[in-house]
């Protein structure tokens, strides 16, 4: 059974940072996408950041990029993102995602695997 657990989520002021991971388990995905979405309340969910199997390519929602650094550690099953410079409007459940294909993907739908998020509060 494949299961994406996310952890890392919290409390913080405005300007701070925080680090999410997400482990995998049940299945290698050295060889696939993996994925950074986030959900507010009252709104659909969107895309954050994507990471193909070759993990220099990369993909960044337009408002996070410079900010936000999507990463992944093929050895340790784990796919991380790095929230620097956090602004209120950053705060949601933030979810992992993995795809069955190397190359990453903004739209959710090309996304197989979920996690059950992790919730990010940005106070102002």
Same mark, same amino acid.
């Given at each position: 059974?494949?299961? &994406? %657990?996310?952890? *890392? $989520?919290? &409390? %913080?002021?405005? *300007? $701070?940072? &925080?680090?999410?991971?997400?482990?995998?388990?049940?299945r290698t995905f050295t060889t696939n996408a993996m994925g950074w979405f986030r959900q507010a309340p009252g709104k659909e969910r969107e895309f954050v950041a994507g990471i193909g199997?070759?993990?220099?390519?990369?993909?960044?929602?337009?408002?996070v990029e410079g900010r936000f650094t999507i990463s992944r550690d093929g050895a340790k099953n784990r796919l991380t993102l790095q929230m620097n410079s956090l602004k209120p409007e950053d705060t949601a459940v933030y979810y992992c995602?993995?795809?069955k294909y190397r190359s990453a993907s903004s739209d959710s739908?090309?996304?197989?695997?979920?996690?059950?998020?992790?919730?990010?509060?940005?106070?102002?």
């Amino acid at each position: 059974q494949v299961q &994406l %657990v996310e952890s *890392g $989520g919290g &409390l %913080v002021q405005a *300007g $701070g940072s &925080l680090r999410l991971s997400c482990a995998t388990s049940g299945r290698t995905f050295t060889t696939n996408a993996m994925g950074w979405f986030r959900q507010a309340p009252g709104k659909e969910r969107e895309f954050v950041a994507g990471i193909g199997s070759i993990a220099i390519s990369t993909l960044y929602k337009e408002s996070v990029e410079g900010r936000f650094t999507i990463s992944r550690d093929g050895a340790k099953n784990r796919l991380t993102l790095q929230m620097n410079s956090l602004k209120p409007e950053d705060t949601a459940v933030y979810y992992c995602a993995g795809r069955k294909y190397r190359s990453a993907s903004s739209d959710s739908r090309q996304y197989d695997y979920w996690g059950q998020g992790t919730q990010v509060t940005v106070s102002s």
